[in-house]
C-alpha cells in the first residue's frame, strides 16, 4: 500500500463514511426492538458494539488500501457501473 494512498483526503472521507455506517448499524441491531423506552436501553453495551463495528470497518478499510481502488477505501478496482445506464425516449 502507498503511503500516498493513506494521505489521500478521499480515502479517509471513504473509510469514515464506512465507519459511520457500521456503527450506526450495530448500535441500532443492540437497540432492536425489544427496549421500550431510551431509559431502558443499556446505552454502555451500545456504544461498546457500536465502537468495535467502527474499528473494524477501519481495518477493513485499511487492508482494502492495499488492493483496492487507489483513490478511495473500497476494495473493488473499477468504479464504473457494470450496466450502461438505461435509455428512453424521454431520457436524454
Not at 493513506?6 to 427496549?35: H, P, T
Not at 443499556?42 to 458494539?49: E, F, I, M, N
Not at 481495518?59 to 488500501?65: C, E, K, L, R
Amino acid at each position: 500500500m502507498s503511503q500516498r494512498k493513506l494521505l489521500n483526503g478521499q480515502y479517509w472521507g471513504d473509510a469514515a463514511e464506512r465507519m459511520l455506517r457500521a456503527a450506526g448499524s450495530a448500535a441500532l441491531g443492540v437497540i432492536g426492538s425489544g427496549a421500550v423506552g431510551i431509559v431502558d436501553i443499556a446505552w454502555p453495551t451500545v456504544g461498546s458494539v457500536a465502537a468495535g463495528a467502527a474499528a473494524v470497518s477501519l481495518i477493513m478499510s485499511i487492508v482494502a488500501g492495499a488492493g483496492g481502488d487507489p483513490g478511495t477505501a473500497g476494495f473493488t478496482t473499477n468504479s464504473t457501473p457494470p450496466h450502461p445506464p438505461a435509455r428512453g425516449p424521454y431520457l436524454a
